[in-house]
């Protein structure tokens, strides 16, 4: 702010000179050309922009309206001087002035309106956040035209600043210097040029000392070179060599300085870097320790881990073994118990043969009465060998099905007529449940019938005092918990959740079946009636129809009293 | 002359009422409930128990743990009568099985009662 108000006085003075007459006050010498009129007006106008810039409100206007008024002077008289058409712009403030030499007084130079467009483009861009980074390039560009012409007055060299055109003033380019420095300065450190010489890095360090002490230093060497060295009364020699020993020792003074400054900078760092190394290197000690310890313990761990692997491994085959064994142990025991239920109970009728035979030879005393006890002992002995071999051969021969459409209740119906008589003897009473309109399954008639006969024959002898036999034959939809059970079987004819499925129920008031017994009542020659009653193959050969069509049967101990057996067969196209 | 008592223990009553048809020269007792046979066994107090092995309620081996149990049965000799040993079986033991002589369904009478008089007079 300083540097544009310096600026802008300069122009107040210069107008101050040219309303007083006061020539010295624009030109500061007398053989120097004045500073125009209008520049002195613009130099007062970029100072007001410059130090209104920052406000609000109508002096904000006030900027932007003293810079454009700046840009459009600066700009007409370029065109001015490119076109050689005259706009009047100098003749307004001074309509005849005096000439000095080729070119007339009190005009702008076209320079000084190059560097008035270049400064008025700096404030624009600084009116603006984002163009802001672009004006320290126009500023800078018209600090170096004004420096130029500077050198120009120093060196006594009238091309530097104008030549044959009209020359720029000596406080013109001192003008601008302050403007463009105050211009650069408004730009801020974060915008080129004080973007590289901001901050304390050592690039930045280096220029803030050397750039302004080289460029003084060059400039004062040339000057006084210049100067003096060609000037009567001063040995060429001497100066040249004070000039470049004062020029030694300042440069010298400063590298001094800047060693001192960088050094100890240098120092710091090495002494973090190698605190920070040395840390890096305990740490890394530390860390080398842990990692050998952990690669200790990782080691032992996935040994014991390979160990236990290995046991897992060979339990792994140990069991396999084992279950092998154990299933074809399993094997032999249902041949084993397959085989000891036939020779039980086809050896017994044969041992009571045989004792009858033994009595006929060996006792032809017997009375009559002893005679026909033997042969009834033999014929029911007979009779119960030969069941057994018929129900065997009814086990075996039972995968062949004979499978037709028909009215499941009516096949339960024929059953229930079979046994007839012995129901009427038994004192059997026989409530049936049929649903109505019941749709026809594809089953073995005969096959089905036998099952039924079975599983009333043991319903029967589950009653020995009478009871009531209840037979239901329903349709119905099953439900997921009708189905759970069957999460293990691998069979194609397990039944599904939602599927309608015919249901027979055979429900007895007996005494039930020992909770024990349940798992067993399907084993062959299991059987919990009295010895004569019964082969143990009757629900083995039912169970073995009912699988063939892809049904189940079931039997349980109904909640009150009594067996109930339940069949339930697929309503689709059976297997 | 006092008969000699036997006791046959077998869920067959066809095979009993004959078997004592046969050896009419024992006093047989019949029992076809292995469930009351020890009672039975100590009413009757036989110098000869036949059992079977396969019967509801008990089977012939539990039976024969609880009459050598006895202080009163604990001499009496007891043969086994078995539907469910093979011949091959029987050719491998032919007396023995778990410390019981035994005889393999079916037996006939001379074989029977050969037998009873071995165990009868232990050797």
Same mark, same amino acid.
């Given at each position: 702010?300083?540097?544009?108000?310096?600026?802008?006085?300069?122009?107040?003075?210069?107008?101050?000179?040219?309303?007083?007459?006061?020539?010295?006050?624009?030109?500061?010498?007398?053989?120097?050309?004045?500073?125009?009129?209008?520049?002195?007006?613009?130099?007062?106008?970029?100072?007001?922009?410059?130090?209104?810039?920052?406000?609000?409100?109508?002096?904000?206007?006030?900027?932007?309206?003293?810079?454009?008024?700046?840009?459009?002077?600066?700009?007409?008289?370029?065109?001015?001087?490119?076109?050689?058409?005259?706009?009047?712009?100098?003749?307004?403030?001074?309509?005849?002035?005096?000439?000095?030499?080729?070119?007339?007084?009190?005009?702008?130079?076209?320079?000084?309106?190059?560097?008035?467009?270049?400064?008025?483009?700096?404030?624009?861009?600084?009116?603006?956040?984002?163009?802001?980074?672009?004006?320290?390039?126009?500023?800078?560009?018209?600090?170096?035209?004004?420096?130029?012409?500077?050198?120009?007055?120093?060196?006594?060299?009238?091309?530097?600043?104008?030549?044959?055109?009209?020359? #720029?003033?000596?406080?013109?380019?001192?003008?601008?210097?302050?403007?463009?420095?105050?211009?650069?300065?408004?730009?801020?450190?974060?915008?080129?040029?004080?973007?590289?010489?901001?901050?304390?890095?050592?690039?930045?360090?280096?220029?803030?000392?050397?750039?302004?002490?080289?460029?003084?230093?060059?400039?004062?060497?040339?000057?006084?070179?210049?100067?003096?060295?060609?000037?009567?009364?001063?040995?060429?020699?001497? #100066?040249?060599?004070?000039?470049?020993?004062?020029?030694?020792?300042?440069?010298?003074?400063?590298?001094?300085?800047?060693?001192?400054?960088?050094?100890?900078?240098?120092?710091?760092?090495?002494?973090?870097?190698?605190?920070?190394?040395?840390?890096?290197?305990?740490?890394?000690?530390?860390?080398?320790?842990?990692?050998?310890?952990?690669?200790?313990?990782?080691?032992?761990?996935?040994?014991?881990?390979?160990?236990?692997?290995?046991?897992?491994?060979?339990?792994?085959?140990?069991?396999?073994?084992?279950?092998?064994?154990?299933?074809?142990?399993?094997?032999?025991?249902?041949?084993? $118990?397959?085989?000891?239920?036939?020779?039980?109970?086809?050896?017994?009728?044969?041992?009571?043969?045989?004792?009858?035979?033994?009595?006929?030879?060996?006792?032809?005393?017997?009375?009559?009465?002893?005679?026909?006890?033997?042969? %009834?002992?033999?014929?029911?002995?007979?009779?119960?060998?030969?069941?057994?071999?018929?129900?065997?051969?009814?086990?075996?021969?039972?995968? %062949?099905?004979?499978?037709?459409?028909?009215?499941?209740?009516?096949?339960?119906?024929?059953?229930?007529?079979?046994?007839?008589?012995?129901?009427?003897?038994?004192?059997?009473?026989?409530?049936?449940?049929?649903?109505?309109?019941?749709?026809?399954?594809?089953?073995?008639?005969?096959?089905?019938?036998?099952?039924?006969?079975?599983?009333?024959?043991?319903?029967?002898?589950?009653?020995?005092?009478?009871?009531?036999?209840?037979?239901?034959?329903? #349709?119905?939809?099953?439900?997921?918990?009708?189905?759970?059970?069957?999460?293990?079987?691998?069979?194609?004819?397990?039944?599904?959740?939602?599927?309608?499925?015919?249901?027979?129920?055979?429900?007895?008031?007996?005494?039930?079946?020992?909770?024990?017994?349940?798992?067993?009542?399907?084993?062959?020659?299991?059987?919990?009636?009295?010895?004569?009653?019964?082969?143990?193959?009757?629900?083995?050969?039912?169970?073995?129809?009912?699988?063939?069509?892809?049904?189940?049967?079931?039997?349980? $101990?109904?909640?009150?009293?009594?067996? #109930?057996?339940?069949?339930?067969?697929?309503?689709?196209?059976?297997? | 002359?006092?008969?000699?008592?036997?006791?046959?223990?077998?869920?067959?009553?066809?095979?009993?009422?004959?078997?004592?048809?046969?050896?009419?020269?024992?006093?047989?007792?019949?029992?076809?409930?292995?469930?009351?046979?020890?009672?039975?066994?100590?009413?009757? +107090?036989?110098?000869?128990?036949?059992?079977?092995?396969?019967?509801?309620?008990?089977?012939?081996?539990?039976?024969?743990? +609880?009459?050598?149990?006895?202080?009163?049965?604990?001499?009496?000799?007891?043969?086994?009568?078995?539907?469910?040993?093979?011949?091959?079986?029987?050719?491998?033991?032919?007396?023995?099985?778990?410390?019981?002589?035994?005889?393999?369904?079916?037996?006939?009478?001379?074989?029977?009662?050969?037998?009873?008089?071995?165990?009868?007079?232990?050797?």
């Amino acid at each position: 702010m300083g540097c544009s108000l310096v600026a802008a006085t300069i122009g107040a003075l210069t107008i101050v000179g040219w309303v007083t007459g006061m020539e010295s006050l624009a030109s500061l010498r007398t053989h120097y050309i004045p500073m125009a009129p209008s520049t002195a007006l613009c130099f007062a106008l970029l100072g007001i922009a410059i130090n209104t810039r920052t406000r609000r409100g109508s002096l904000r206007r006030v900027s932007l309206a003293c810079t454009i008024i700046v840009g459009l002077v600066a700009a007409g008289k370029l065109v001015e001087f490119a076109s050689g058409y005259r706009l009047g712009l100098d003749e307004l403030l001074v309509a005849n002035p005096a000439m000095f030499g080729i070119v007339r007084k009190g005009r702008m130079a076209p320079i000084t309106a190059l560097n008035f467009l270049l400064s008025t483009c700096a404030l624009a861009c600084m009116m603006r956040a984002s163009w802001r980074r672009f004006a320290g390039f126009p500023a800078t560009l018209a600090g170096a035209i004004s420096i130029v012409v500077l050198l120009g007055y120093m060196y006594g060299t009238p091309l530097l600043y104008g030549g044959a055109i009209i020359p #720029v003033a000596l406080s013109t380019a001192g003008a601008f210097l302050f403007l463009s420095v105050s211009l650069i300065t408004a730009a801020g450190p974060d915008c080129w040029p004080l973007l590289p010489l901001a901050g304390s890095s050592a690039r930045s360090l280096l220029l803030r000392w050397f750039l302004p002490i080289v460029i003084a230093g060059t400039i004062v060497n040339s000057y006084l070179e210049s100067r003096f060295i060609n000037t009567p009364g001063f040995n060429p020699a001497l #100066v040249s060599a004070l000039s470049t020993l004062g020029f030694a020792f300042i440069i010298s003074a400063i590298i001094s300085q800047l060693s001192r400054v960088v050094g100890d900078r240098i120092d710091q760092a090495e002494a973090g870097r190698r605190g920070a190394q040395y840390a890096l290197e305990s740490l890394n000690a530390v860390l080398e320790q842990r990692i050998a310890a952990r690669t200790i313990e990782l080691r032992a761990k996935n040994d014991e881990t390979q160990r236990l692997f290995a046991d897992l491994t060979q339990s792994h085959e140990n069991l396999k073994h084992a279950q092998l064994q154990l299933i074809q142990a399993e094997k032999m025991q249902s041949v084993g $118990n397959f085989a000891a239920g036939i020779a039980h109970e086809v050896k017994n009728p044969l041992a009571i043969l045989q004792m009858g035979l033994g009595c006929l030879t060996c006792r032809p005393e017997l009375d009559a009465e002893s005679l026909h006890v033997v042969y %009834e002992e033999m014929k029911d002995a007979v009779a119960r060998a030969n069941t057994v071999i018929s129900g065997l051969l009814d086990y075996s021969s039972s995968k %062949e099905l004979n499978i037709q459409p028909c009215q499941l209740p009516g096949v339960v119906e024929q059953s229930l007529h079979l046994m007839r008589h012995e129901f009427v003897n038994r004192h059997i009473t026989i409530i049936r449940d049929f649903a109505p309109d019941f749709p026809p399954c594809q089953i073995d008639a005969q096959k089905i019938e036998q099952v039924f006969v079975n599983l009333f024959t043991n319903a029967c002898h589950a009653m020995p005092k009478g009871g009531t036999l209840t037979v239901a034959a329903t #349709v119905r939809t099953l439900t997921a918990g009708d189905v759970h059970w069957e999460a293990g079987n691998r069979s194609g004819s397990r039944f599904r959740e939602d599927e309608r499925v015919a249901v027979v129920t055979v429900c007895d008031t007996g005494a039930g079946i020992p909770t024990d017994q349940l798992s067993k009542v399907f084993d062959p020659f299991f059987t919990t009636k009295p010895t004569g009653q019964g082969t143990g193959l009757g629900l083995t050969v039912a169970a073995k129809i009912i699988e063939l069509h892809g049904g189940r049967l079931e039997l349980s $101990n109904a909640p009150e009293r009594g067996a #109930v057996a339940t069949v339930t067969f697929h309503l689709r196209q059976s297997p | 002359m006092k008969k000699t008592r036997i006791l046959v223990v077998d869920d067959e009553p066809g095979f009993t009422r004959l078997l004592k048809l046969v050896l009419q020269r024992y006093e047989i007792r019949e029992e076809n409930d292995a469930l009351r046979a020890f009672e039975t066994a100590q009413s009757f +107090r036989p110098d000869l128990i036949l059992l079977d092995v396969v019967m509801p309620g008990i089977d012939g081996g539990n039976l024969a743990a +609880r009459i050598k149990g006895d202080p009163l049965l604990k001499n009496v000799p007891i043969v086994f009568l078995t539907a469910v040993v093979s011949p091959k079986e029987a050719g491998q033991h032919p007396k023995h099985i778990g410390g019981f002589p035994f005889l393999a369904k079916p037996v006939s009478p001379e074989v029977l009662e050969r037998c009873i008089e071995e165990h009868l007079t232990p050797s």
